[in-house]
């Protein structure tokens, strides 16, 4: 089965904090996504990753930044924390497209209160 | 999947009852759809995908339905279950993206 994990289920966090969320797959995806939801607005995608040193910006990648090291890690981080981004945050892999299958795995979140 | 707004649509149901769950989506030139289902606390889960050539597809009792001409995507659950009630999810995709689209998801809560 794919696991994708993510490094903290909670976590709590002050106005201007600088925040990792790491997020770690074992499927050897090529992709990496980082997504923020919230309530009534949906999975919005902040910056994805096709290949380790690559990445681009999602929808909303302002106030985030993100590393790729390693093909089976992706690190979403906020430098300064602001109460704006507290949110679930959900880290998700894929294969290629082009495959006949190209489900996204999910994570099971993190959920980042920021006081 | 549609573009967001603020309030969740709400799918109320009895235990046993079959649920169906609507999702528009905008892309005329998406080829393939997914269903993810969204337990509390939980990641979204694959449930059912679906290509472009096809109407429909069946799983486990769950059917998707497709009908491009009106870019509408459904969701069949038969015989719903309590473990059912979760934040259910369409997402569609063209080609060669790496990137789908989420509709902003269904709440189906399930009576015993």
């Known amino acids: 089965d794919v696991k994708v994990t993510q490094s903290s289920r909670y976590l709590v966090k002050r106005t201007g904090e600088k925040v990792f969320l790491e997020c770690v797959q074992d499927?050897?995806?090529?992709?990496m996504f980082w997504y923020r939801q919230d309530p009534g607005l949906g999975l919005r995608l902040i910056y994805f990753?096709?290949?380790?040193?690559?990445?681009e910006k999602g929808d909303i990648p302002e106030g985030y930044s993100v590393s790729r090291e390693k093909k089976e890690r992706f690190s979403l981080i906020l430098e300064s924390a602001s109460t704006n981004q507290t949110s679930m945050y959900l880290c998700?892999?894929?294969?290629?497209?082009?495959?006949?299958?190209?489900?996204?795995?999910f994570g099971p979140g993190t959920r980042l209160t920021v006081t | 999947g549609e573009s967001v707004g603020l309030h969740l649509p709400t799918l109320s149901v009895q235990e046993g009852d079959n649920s169906i769950i609507n999702c528009a989506y905008s892309?005329?030139?998406?080829?393939?759809f997914i269903w993810y289902k969204q337990e509390s606390g939980k990641g979204p889960q694959f449930i059912i995908d679906?290509?472009?050539?096809?109407d429909k597809r069946q799983g486990q009792r769950v059917t998707v339905l497709l009908n491009k001409t009106v870019k509408h995507l459904s969701l069949q659950i038969a015989a719903t279950q309590p473990g059912d009630s979760a934040v259910y999810f369409c997402?569609?995709?063209?080609?060669?993206?790496?990137?789908?689209?989420f509709g902003r998801g269904t709440s189906l809560i399930v009576h015993p």
């Open positions: 998700a892999s894929s294969p290629h497209p082009g495959l006949d299958n190209y489900e996204q795995y």
């Open positions: 499927m050897d995806h090529e992709n």
């Open positions: 990753s096709y290949d380790v040193k690559m990445k």
């Open positions: 892309n005329s030139a998406s080829d393939y």
């Open positions: 679906i290509r472009s050539n096809m």
């Open positions: 997402a569609d995709k063209t080609g060669g993206s790496y990137i789908p689209t």
